[in-house]
């Protein structure tokens, strides 16, 4: 048992040292070995062989937020010159997804920073990759296969303190509406089903009057409001599972000339959504700061890809969840220039 | 005069599929000097792995196209019978055993409806097959078991007829090659490729079925007045398009272990690009099956190829654009030929 973990240990090593050696090695004009049993964990010594980690973040699609994490993850390890860092696009694919972790395994590849579309269907990829030696962690969207590290927002929380924020708003009763992402992403139900409890809990008499689907987007958010309200015209609130939605349901409140007598919410804490707050427009959204997510992410990244640890070694997962703020009037300004994405 | 026409198109087909095969080889080495790691067993396994199921897809494309036709529903189709897999695995608890025919027979007869479409109700190809890509994918929200049943959205398929499509033969250690070099593993849902492409390929070329369709596609009037069931034909051409959808479906379910909603979504595009780039004209009537199966996998060695280099993704959609009207461009060159050498032969004639 012990003699397999220290061959797996070995190939690992192995694996790695050549990878990377063959994608930079070649050109530094260096192919050494390292001296596999002698390292200690969390120590670089690539530096000596001149080799370089390959690192990539596999992003869902090109938004705010997978810009902001690759932006904090570059921030960390672009300084250690030891690591290669670069940002692909799954396209909003399972298929492309799946294709870009396969190929950044042949790439021998250190560690992959992964925001998985699905968490069922990246699962087969993370354990190819974990065979491989190569360390997964994920963003956002936990997998169901375990692998080293997993970094999100607190969605349901985070939910349920908008719905408190939104309830104290309006006063403790009223109708709500939620514009929400399509079905079938964990992210959708967390942020939807930590709003409804949230409601319950801290506010029971307001009433989910409608759900219904903007895909995320600021004008479809406009036109499916514009039908909610026509058939809701008492509205009290509006609750956008992100803030694009939010900033669609500000559209049709100004046009309408609605602007506070809706309580509108969002989620994330992007810049233009910060900027409406205090404008006075959106009433408020859960801030998190991404660029830090992915800071926090980054470090892990390090230690995994040049300590040596073994991708299979966990037993269990860590997870870490982001602090967050309800950001309204109020508290908006404290959130600083850098800290806004 | 017709048997002058079929020559010269089997012609025109050879010279593209050579063609063809000679830009996927130079691409190929192109890849091998210039990108690191291209030229290892593993990239070949991603790309025999990835990319099988997009080859089917454009095979079963290239029928609705051989007989002037499109098809733009089969992503949705995918994405329907992806999840009736699902359903019927994770809801209805069916063995796979019962499932695979299900799931092929579900995929012939959303194709099967689209050939209705167009025959019965006499709709333009790209109208009908757009107006069912929106209904097929509406379709896979409405019955999805993700929504249906909480919970099933973390649950993965594990019932091994379906997920035994995932696996991987050490063809390389069987016949001993693997002791000289470091041999690809071959991916199950390659050998299945293979098959579909014989399978059809002979369907296409020694087959009555397969001379109605050349013959439908070339000139429909022509063909009916010979005799031809041209509706029947049409019909089974989008019902075929439809069965190798579903093939596509079960492969990429056993390969994530589950079905998404949005499972397929866009892949028609890449069909009909793969299915053009193969040679197949969109004025019908010309192609084979070794075309479309190859264009698929240049598209993967592309892909694969420039994202090894580091070549932004947006440059790679550009490059598989630029490929894509090249394709278009040597298909018109041969059929501007064509044309001449028909008039030339008609006038010598007269």
């Known amino acids: 048992m012990q003699e397999e973990k220290t061959n797996d240990r070995r190939n690992f090593l192995k694996t790695i040292a050549l990878g990377s050696a063959a994608v930079a090695g070649v050109g530094a004009g260096m192919f050494s070995a390292p001296g596999d049993r002698s390292l200690a964990i969390g120590v670089p010594r690539a530096r000596a062989e001149g080799t370089r980690y390959k690192t990539a973040f596999i992003q869902w699609q090109p938004h705010t937020v997978p810009a902001a994490w690759s932006k904090g993850i570059e921030e960390v390890l672009g300084p250690q010159q030891v690591i290669d860092y670069e940002l692909l696009d799954g396209q909003n694919k399972v298929e492309v997804q799946v294709s870009l972790v396969e190929t950044l395994i042949s790439q021998g590849a250190a560690v992959i920073f992964l925001q998985p579309i699905d968490s069922v269907a990246l699962a087969p990829s993370i354990a190819k990759a974990k065979r491989a030696g190569i360390s997964v962690i994920t963003l956002n969207i936990d997998a169901t296969e375990p692998h080293a590290s997993h970094v999100e927002m607190n969605h349901y929380y985070g939910a349920m303190d908008i719905a408190k924020a939104m309830g104290d708003a309006m006063g403790g009763k009223g109708k709500v509406a939620i514009l929400n992402a399509p079905p079938g992403i964990i992210i959708r139900d967390q942020r939807t089903n930590g709003f409804v409890d949230g409601l319950k809990k801290h506010h029971p008499d307001i009433q989910v009057v409608a759900d219904q689907v903007a895909d995320w987007d600021r004008k479809k958010a406009q036109d499916v409001l514009n039908t909610i309200l026509a058939a809701n015209p008492d509205l009290g609130g509006v609750y956008g599972v992100n803030d694009s939605m939010a900033l669609g349901a500000v559209d049709v409140a100004k046009e309408k000339g609605l602007l506070g007598k809706i309580a509108i919410f969002g989620n994330d804490g992007e810049t233009a959504a910060l900027e409406s707050i205090e404008a006075g427009e959106l009433t408020g959204t859960q801030y998190t700061d991404v660029y830090q997510q992915g800071r926090l992410a980054a470090p892990a990244a390090t230690v995994l890809a040049t300590g040596g640890v073994e991708a299979g070694a966990f037993a269990q997962q860590s997870r870490l969840l982001m602090p967050y703020v309800i950001a309204t009037k109020a508290n908006v300004g404290s959130i600083q220039p850098s800290q806004r994405w | ?350």
């Not at chain 2, 091998?32 to 025999?48: D, H, I, K």
């Not at chain 2, 098809?71 to 695995?89: E, H, K, P, R, T």
């Not at chain 2, 695979?100 to 025959?119: D, K, M, Q």
């Not at chain 2, 079960?250 to 499972?263: K, N, Q």
Request: charged content about 10%; aromatic content about 8%.
């Open chain 2, 1 to 350: 005069m017709a048997s002058f026409f079929r020559i010269s198109a089997i012609v025109n087909m050879r010279s593209a599929s050579a063609a063809l095969a000679l830009f996927f080889a130079a691409t190929i080495v192109f890849f091998c000097v210039s990108a690191p790691r291209f030229a290892t067993a593993s990239t070949v396994e991603n790309l025999m792995s990835g990319f099988s199921f997009v080859a089917i897809l454009a095979m079963g494309q290239a029928f609705p196209i051989l007989v002037r036709g499109i098809d733009l529903s089969i992503g949705a189709i995918v994405g329907l019978v992806g999840m009736i897999v699902f359903d019927l695995s994770l809801i209805g608890q069916l063995p796979g055993y019962l499932i695979l025919p299900l799931a092929l027979l579900a995929g012939a007869l959303a194709g099967a409806v689209n050939g209705v479409l167009v025959v019965h109700l006499r709709l333009q190809p790209f109208i009908a097959t757009l107006a069912t890509l929106a209904a097929y994918r509406g379709l896979t929200y409405a019955i999805s078991g993700r929504q249906l049943v909480p919970g099933l959205t973390t649950t993965p398929i594990r019932d091994p007829w379906l997920t035994g499509i995932e696996t991987y033969f050490d063809v390389g250690g069987w016949l001993g090659l693997s002791r000289l070099v470091n041999m690809p593993w071959v991916p199950l849902s390659f050998v299945i490729m293979l098959a579909v492409f014989v399978v059809l390929q002979v369907l296409l070329t020694s087959t009555r079925f397969g001379r109605d369709i050349y013959a439908t596609g070339g000139n429909h009037e022509a063909a009916r007045l010979a005799g031809i069931r041209v509706n029947n034909v049409i019909i089974a051409a989008y019902a075929l398009a439809g069965l190798c959808a579903a093939i596509a479906a079960l492969i990429m379910v056993a390969r994530f272990t589950t079905a998404t909603e949005a499972l397929g979504a866009g892949m028609e595009l890449t069909a009909i690009a793969a299915a053009v780039i193969g040679g197949v004209s969109l004025a019908g009537g010309v192609g084979a099956m070794f075309g479309p199966a190859l264009g698929a996998f240049l598209l993967g060695a592309i892909l694969i190829g420039l994202t090894l280099q580091g070549v932004p993704q947006f440059v790679q959609q550009i490059i598989t654009g630029a490929i894509l009207l090249a394709a278009v461009g040597y298909d018109r060159l041969l059929s501007v030929r064509r044309q001449r050498r028909l008039t030339a032969a008609s006038t010598a004639a007269t």
